[in-house]
């Protein structure tokens, strides 16, 4: 017969039994929204970079055109309307090329097989830092979840199972003595989970209401229905590039007659 | 820093890289574009409506607005310049037309470049210019706009602004033809009837004709009566002709108004009915088809499905007469000669014997000749046979020559 059965369990045993079933349900919950934001993350920095390579560069080249036929105007114009307006449109289609031009437009397209998916949730359980033990614990998943962060969102299947081994082979934390301290410590990472699950939720929201997670919802919709949005506003941009052209050449048979 | 906000920290880096500025000012700006879009495709469904009920110019103002929210919106851009060209809800100003007509087409709009193409054609709002005319309606065919791959054909069928080249004429009308489009359908059955392009084949003409006119085609419902009428091609068929030319004539087509009467008249692929063919004869008579006019006369000479009146009968005659008919000039030189229904005339009956003679008609230089050898022979004015004899029309012989 097992000892266990029969052994006295004292009302904080009872305590502390509990607070770990509730923090078993936390921890699977923290999983599913830690998993749930890097994919949004991911999803809108892979739509990002799809929005300014089709998109974003032509709005700079747009603006580049305008900035050619604002500085021809003030050119001929000389007034100091006519030259700050230059200015401004130059300066618009400098901060245009960047932003299409920069490290956000490189991202690449973003689906993770299921097999990534299902590596990067048990990378999450094993060392989301909001399971650890203590504050030296805390600090090594920290750095690994950092690290497993980038490596999902790259797709990197190898960089995740080395992560998950480097923790594994980690010194084991030591446990804590008594029931006590065990509860204590139960009852810490509840809170944390709590806040962190707070902090999601948040982020989500923040995410959720940007711009380009908008313009994210509303290509997505159109997709459904077979329209392809942002070819749609491609061609649209490009038509207002054709016709910046055509005025910019106008312009300058104007104040340059040959 | 602690180790929660170690992580946070990282988080916001994250978080941040999705809303910096100058990804967040671009996907507004995307944004701002589109819901313009949006908003001026809803100016333009609206403005659509109202076009179709002919409320023109609540479709006017529709459109209006919505090119001040999406200037270059190529839908509303087009139906401005209809709404100019029509002088729809606005003051007819065909040069206003072909600016927003210019506006859609430079933005690669087929409809827009088809119009621009028909202003350059005639000269409508700007200069006319064949060779415009026909680049931009070639812009719109290449589109695989149906409409203007069949008017593209018809520009090098007629050498305007292009050099004139069947082959390619025909190679248009096929493309056209192929997706649906009636007119091509009839064209292409043209080509394939005069051998023009194509080799020549009345059973292809049939083919394109049969699918132009059972899209309603009034032009390939007359080629194709006229193929069974003829059994060429196709199997001859007096029933099968009757039907289409009645369709056509239903959609007033003179030709086969005409063809029809004739048919009523000989009673083929129809029971013979005298007074539907004068009703038919008369409908194409009034559209100014001369040898239906000629048939009118004589159906008044003759009495035929109409109450009999000579004087009725010559207003006929020299209707077709002064259109040139020859048979028309015989019958109104014999009512002069006899003095039916006029009074009697050698002088004009001369004339009008004469100008048929002139285009060869063998009876008329017959009479001419024994008018002339004989100076007023009575004995031929009143002779039975030559009083009894009835006018003639050719009511077996069909117009050959379309459109």
């Known amino acids: ?258 | 820093m602690s180790a929660g906000e170690e992580q946070a920290a990282l988080v916001r880096t994250q978080t941040a890289a999705l809303t910096r500025t100058g990804t967040k000012s671009l996907a507004a700006r995307g944004r701002a574009d589109l819901r313009a879009r949006e908003e001026a495709e809803e100016w333009f469904k609206k403005g659509l409506e109202y076009h179709l009920q002919q409320r023109y110019d609540d479709a006017f103002r529709c459109y209006k607005h919505g090119i001040q929210v999406s200037p270059n919106h190529s839908g509303l851009q087009l139906y401005i310049g209809l709404m100019y060209h029509e002088g729809q809800g606005v003051p007819q100003d065909h040069e206003q037309a072909a600016v927003w007509y210019r506006k859609a087409a430079e933005q690669g709009d087929a409809r827009g470049q088809m119009f621009l193409g028909y202003a350059y054609d005639h000269g409508e709002g700007i200069p006319q210019d064949y060779a415009q005319a026909a680049v931009w309606v070639h812009k719109a065919a290449k589109q695989g706009y149906a409409d203007a791959q069949c008017r593209l054909g018809a520009i090098y069928s007629s050498g305007h602004g292009v050099q004139q080249d069947y082959e390619q004429a025909a190679v248009w009308y096929r493309k056209a033809a192929e997706q649906g489009h009636a007119g091509a359908q009839n064209n292409l059955g043209e080509s394939c009837y005069y051998g023009q392009g194509v080799p020549q084949d009345y059973a292809q003409a049939a083919v394109w004709y049969r699918k132009a006119a059972e899209q309603g085609d009034a032009d390939a419902q007359f080629s194709l009566g006229f193929l069974h009428h003829h059994g060429w091609g196709v199997s001859q068929d007096f029933v099968e002709a009757t039907v289409w030319w009645r369709l056509a004539a239903d959609q007033g087509d003179r030709g086969a108004q005409y063809n029809l009467g004739v048919m009523y008249r000989n009673g083929k692929g129809v029971p013979q009915d005298y007074a539907q063919a004068a009703v038919w004869y008369r409908k194409a008579a009034e559209q100014g088809h001369a040898w239906a006019q000629n048939s009118v006369g004589c159906a008044y000479n003759k009495g035929q499905g109409v109450p009999q009146d000579f004087a009725q009968a010559v207003i006929w005659f020299r209707k077709a007469a002064e259109h040139g008919e020859c048979n028309a000039q015989f019958n109104l030189g014999e009512s002069y000669y006899y003095g039916r229904g006029v009074p009697q005339d050698d002088e004009q009956a001369e004339i009008w014997y004469c100008k048929a003679a002139e285009q060869g008609d063998a009876d008329a230089q017959l009479i001419l000749a024994r008018m002339r050898e004989e100076g007023r022979n009575e004995c031929l004015r009143q002779s039975p046979t030559a009083h009894g004899q009835p006018a003639r029309s050719r009511p077996n012989t069909f117009l050959s020559e379309r459109q």
């Open chain 1, 1 to 258: 017969m097992n000892p266990e059965i029969v052994r006295y369990i004292s009302p904080e045993e009872q305590d502390l039994a509990r607070k770990r079933e509730e923090l078993a349900v936390l921890q699977a919950e923290l999983i599913d929204r830690e998993l749930f934001l890097a994919n949004l993350r991911a999803e809108l920095a892979a739509f990002e970079g799809r929005y300014l390579r089709e998109v974003g560069v032509l709005y700079a080249e747009l603006d580049d055109w305008n900035a050619k036929i604002a500085e021809l105007v003030a050119e001929v114009d000389g007034s100091e309307e006519a030259k700050s307006a230059a200015a401004e449109a130059r300066a618009q289609a400098k901060e245009s090329y960047a932003a299409a031009h920069g490290e956000a437009a490189k991202a690449a397209a973003f689906s993770p097989s299921p097999e990534l998916r299902k590596l990067f949730r048990e990378v999450v359980r094993h060392i989301h830092p909001d399971s650890a033990m203590d504050e030296a614990d805390r600090a090594v998943r920290n750095r690994l979840m950092a690290g497993a962060n980038l490596a999902y969102r790259r797709g990197d299947a190898e960089a995740l199972k080395r992560i998950l081994e480097e923790y594994k082979s980690s010194p084991e934390s030591v446990k804590g003595e008594g029931v006590a301290a065990d509860l204590e410590r139960v009852l810490r990472q509840i809170g944390q989970i709590v806040k962190r699950l707070a902090q999601i939720e948040a982020e989500v929201a923040e995410l959720n209401s940007s711009e380009i997670a908008l313009l994210m919802a509303k290509v997505e919709s159109a997709e459904a229905k077979g329209r392809n949005l942002l070819a749609e506003m491609a061609k649209d941009v490009r038509q207002r590039i054709q016709l910046a052209r055509n005025e910019y050449e106008d312009q300058r048979l104007k104040t340059r007659p040959r």
